[in-house]
């Protein structure tokens, strides 16, 4: 894109932002979702615990189960377990929350579960993506040089794999913080406090109040994991950098 294009696109984008916000206010409408700062505050802190603790669940469950369905001994189990793990993106969220509250009880911890099942299916496949993307001549290159199979593991198919691998980490954290508002439903907290509440009671700014912290924040949570995933990514590997 030429670069006068670029920043007319810009100073457009600046403008449309400064007439949207001075609408919102002469409306009412800003004034209206400001008077929930104190309530966005607290249930905004609330919405990233539940999204840190299911996210980093699913990373540290989803990454060995997609390295182990990769080895030699697992590829033939592979298929048969992916479409267990796939069972819980088909389930519908709801139905998924309200089996995690069967098991675990309501709150927080049905929550989690529902969250960290939901969100285990793109890390599981794009691990297994990523490994299988490493060029065979570097696995061969490395068991010729005496690498015993975990440290050909950890030095070569790993670092060549991690691109893949953080792409689905962004996936799965992005669709993770967007699915959260749903904990409210069987007493989790976080955001879907304000929207749900705001639909029961027809209330759009106090809806809004709910909705908009919740966009920003996949938003931001899409932005810090490209960040980690342009920086940590070796850049021999990193088609980023």
């Not at 609330?46 to 369905?69: D, F, R, T, W, Y």
């Not at 309200?98 to 049905?110: D, K, Q, R, W």
């Not at 490493?134 to 070569?156: D, Y």
């Not at 799965?172 to 976080?190: D, K």
């Given at each position: 894109?030429?670069?006068?294009?670029?920043?007319?696109?810009?100073?457009?984008?600046?403008?449309?932002?400064?007439?949207?916000?001075?609408?919102?206010?002469?409306?009412?409408?800003?004034?209206?979702?400001?008077?929930?700062?104190e309530d966005i505050?607290?249930?905004?802190?609330?919405?990233?615990?539940?999204?840190?603790?299911?996210?980093?669940?699913?990373?540290?469950?989803?990454?060995?189960?997609?390295?182990?369905?990769?080895?030699?001994?697992?590829?033939?189990?592979?298929d048969a377990i992916?479409?267990?793990?796939?069972?819980?993106?088909?389930?519908?969220?709801?139905?998924?929350?309200?089996?995690?509250?069967?098991?675990?009880?309501?709150?927080?911890?049905?929550?989690?579960?529902?969250?960290?099942?939901?969100?285990?299916?793109?890390?599981?496949?794009?691990?297994?993506?990523?490994?299988?993307?490493?060029?065979?001549?570097?696995?061969?290159?490395?068991?010729?040089?005496?690498?015993?199979?975990?440290?050909?593991?950890?030095?070569?198919?790993?670092?060549?794999?991690?691109?893949?691998?953080?792409?689905?980490?962004?996936?799965?954290?992005?669709?993770?913080?967007?699915?959260?508002?749903?904990?409210?439903?069987?007493?989790?907290?976080?955001?879907?406090?304000?929207?749900?509440?705001?639909?029961?009671?027809?209330?759009?700014?106090?809806?809004?109040?709910?909705?908009?912290?919740?966009?920003?924040?996949?938003?931001?949570?899409?932005?810090?994991?490209?960040?980690?995933?342009?920086?940590?990514?070796?850049?021999?590997?990193?088609?980023?950098?």
């Open positions: 894109m030429a670069p006068a294009l670029a920043s007319s696109l810009r100073l457009a984008l600046v403008i449309g932002a400064f007439a949207a916000g001075a609408l919102a206010w002469a409306s009412g409408l800003l004034p209206g979702i400001l008077r929930w700062q505050v607290y249930l905004a802190g609330q919405h990233l615990q539940l999204m840190a603790i299911s996210g980093a669940l699913a990373i540290l469950v989803g990454v060995p189960i997609g390295v182990l369905l990769t080895r030699e001994r697992f590829r033939g189990a592979a992916t479409q267990v793990v796939s069972l819980g993106t088909t389930i519908p969220t709801l139905a998924l929350l309200a089996l995690a509250m069967t098991v675990v009880g309501i709150g927080a911890p049905a929550a989690i579960v529902g969250l960290f099942v939901l969100t285990l299916l793109p890390v599981v496949l794009n691990t297994m993506a990523g490994l299988r993307m490493v060029p065979p001549h570097l696995v061969e290159a490395a068991r010729g040089m005496g690498m015993t199979p975990w440290r050909t593991l950890v030095a070569v198919e790993l670092p060549n794999a991690l691109f893949v691998i953080f792409a689905g980490i962004r996936t799965a954290l992005t669709i993770n913080v967007g699915t959260v508002p749903l904990a409210f439903l069987v007493g989790g907290g976080g955001l879907g406090e304000l929207i749900f509440t705001g639909i029961d009671l027809m209330d759009p700014s106090m809806l809004l109040a709910g909705a908009i912290p919740t966009a920003l924040l996949a938003v931001c949570v899409d932005l810090a994991v490209g960040q980690a995933q342009l920086w940590l990514v070796p850049r021999g590997v990193n088609p980023l950098r």
